[in-house]
C-alpha cells in the first residue's frame, strides 16, 4: 500500500468513523481502523463489534492499492499536530509496519493484519428498506432519544423504535414513565416493517446527519440494520424483540386542555422544582379557571416554593402530580412555541402536544405519567 493524501481531509474522515470506537473493546483489533485502498478509494472502517462506521476518501494519488489495520488513536494523535500538508503512507505487502513521510521527516507506526479484521454481517435477501431525509431523520431521532431507558431486564425500552408504514414513519422511545412520538410523512417503505435502533448507533447518527443534508437509506432484517447515505455506511445490530404496544398507552379522550406558552411553564417549573423534596421531585399542578397554580415542598428541609402562571383553561378544577425532572425533559426537547397539556383526571396520563396554529408536518406527541399527590 502506498499513497499520498492531504493530513486534514485524511483526519476528518478518521475523526467521524472514530466515534464509534468503544474505549474497552471487546477485541483487540477493535482498537484500530481497517484501510482498505482500491481505485483512488480510501475506504476507513472502524468498530467496536455491534456497530460499524464506514466512510470513503478520495485519494488522488495512489502508487499502490492494499489492505491494513492501524492503531485508531496512534493515527488520529499524530495527525492532529500536523499542519495542512500532504502525506505519504507505505506499507509493504505482508511488512507490520506503516511509513508515514512528510516534507520535513518521517515515522513508523505498527499496524495488523486486515484478515483479522471483523466482516460486516450479512443482511437477509429477504430484508426491508427505507428511504428519509437526513434532515427529517435528525430532527426525529433529537425528538426521541432522551426518552430512551436503561433497562437490563427490558432491553427493548433501551433504544427507539422505528415503526414504520408505506408514507409515515414514526419513532418511539419510552422509560415508562414518559413516552415520546415523532411522525412524519414523506418516507418511501418497501413495506409495513419495524425495528429497535440501540441508542449509541443513534447518537452516532446524530453526529454525522447534523452535517448531511441528502437522502438515507437503510435496509435491515430482524438482526442488523445498514443506514447509507453519501460517503458514509453505518451498520449496527439490532435490539431483538417486541416494542410494547405504544398505540395503546396515548390519551384519546383528554378533555382538560391547559394551553400555555412552552418556554414560560417550562421557567416556571425550573424555579419551583429547586425546592421539590429531593427524593420524590415532584411538583403540583392546581388548575382553576385560565391559570395555573404550582407548588412544591420539602418539609424535611422546611422548603418550598409556589407560583402563579396565566393559561389558557376552561376545563374541571383539578390538582395534579408530576416528577419535575420528566416534565423538564419534555419541555426542553419539544419545539413547540405553544404546547397544550391535555389532561382527564389527576390518575391518569397527561398528553403534551402542540398548541400552534402553524404546526409542521413532523408532530410529535408526549405522554408522562402523574405522580400520587
Known amino acids: 500500500m502506498k499513497f499520498t493524501v492531504s493530513s486534514s481531509e485524511l483526519l476528518d474522515g478518521l475523526v467521524s468513523v472514530s466515534k464509534v470506537i468503544s474505549s474497552k473493546p471487546g477485541l483487540a483489533i477493535l482498537e484500530n481502523f481497517l484501510l482498505e485502498l482500491q481505485n483512488n478509494t480510501l475506504t476507513v472502517t472502524a468498530s467496536d463489534g455491534d456497530t460499524t462506521l464506514r466512510t470513503v476518501l478520495e485519494i488522488p494519488q495512489v502508487d499502490e492499492e492494499g489492505r491494513i489495520a492501524i492503531p485508531a488513536r496512534l493515527l488520529t494523535d499524530s495527525l492532529k499536530e500536523f499542519p495542512d500538508q500532504p502525506l505519504t503512507f507505505v506499507n509493504a505487502a505482508g511488512d507490520q509496519v506503516m511509513d508515514i513521510i512528510w516534507a520535513s521527516g518521517a515515522s513508523k507506526i505498527p499496524c495488523h493484519d486486515a484478515a483479522d479484521f471483523p466482516k460486516l454481517p450479512a443482511i437477509n435477501a429477504t430484508s426491508d428498506s427505507l428511504t428519509v431525509d437526513a434532515p427529517t431523520l435528525l430532527e426525529g431521532i433529537n425528538n426521541t432519544i432522551y426518552a430512551t431507558a436503561e433497562e437490563e431486564l427490558r432491553p427493548v425500552m433501551n433504544g427507539i423504535f422505528f415503526d414504520i408504514e408505506a408514507e409515515q414513519t414514526t419513532l418511539v422511545a419510552s422509560d415508562a414513565h414518559k413516552l415520546i412520538c415523532t411522525s412524519f410523512p414523506g418516507t418511501r417503505a418497501s413495506q409495513k416493517s419495524s425495528f429497535i435502533l440501540n441508542k449509541k448507533p443513534a447518537n452516532i447518527l446524530r453526529s454525522i446527519l447534523a452535517k448531511f443534508d441528502g437522502e438515507v437509506t437503510v435496509q435491515f432484517d430482524n438482526k442488523n440494520a445498514y ?37 414560560e411553564l417550562l421557567g416556571v417549573v425550573k424555579r419551583i422544582a429547586v425546592c421539590s423534596n429531593q427524593v420524590s421531585n415532584q411538583i403540583k399542578i392546581k388548575l382553576s379557571n385560565n391559570q395555573a397554580l404550582i407548588s412544591a415542598q420539602d418539609l424535611s428541609f422546611s422548603m418550598s416554593a409556589y407560583e402563579t402562571i396565566p393559561c389558557q383553561y376552561d376545563g374541571e378544577g383539578m390538582e395534579i402530580g408530576f416528577k419535575a425532572a420528566y416534565l423538564l425533559d419534555i419541555l426542553n426537547n419539544l419545539p413547540y412555541r405553544t404546547i397544550s397539556l391535555d389532561l382527564a383526571d389527576p390518575s391518569r396520563a397527561a398528553l403534551i402536544v402542540s398548541a400552534d396554529e402553524d404546526e409542521k408536518e413532523v408532530t410529535i406527541k408526549a405522554v408522562l405519567m402523574p405522580v400520587m399527590i
Open 227 to 263: 443506514f447509507t447515505f453519501g460517503d458514509n455506511m453505518l451498520v449496527c445490530r439490532l435490539i431483538e424483540g417486541i416494542y410494547p404496544a405504544y398505540r395503546t398507552v396515548i390519551p384519546k379522550n383528554n378533555i382538560n386542555k391547559m394551553i400555555v406558552g412552552r418556554s
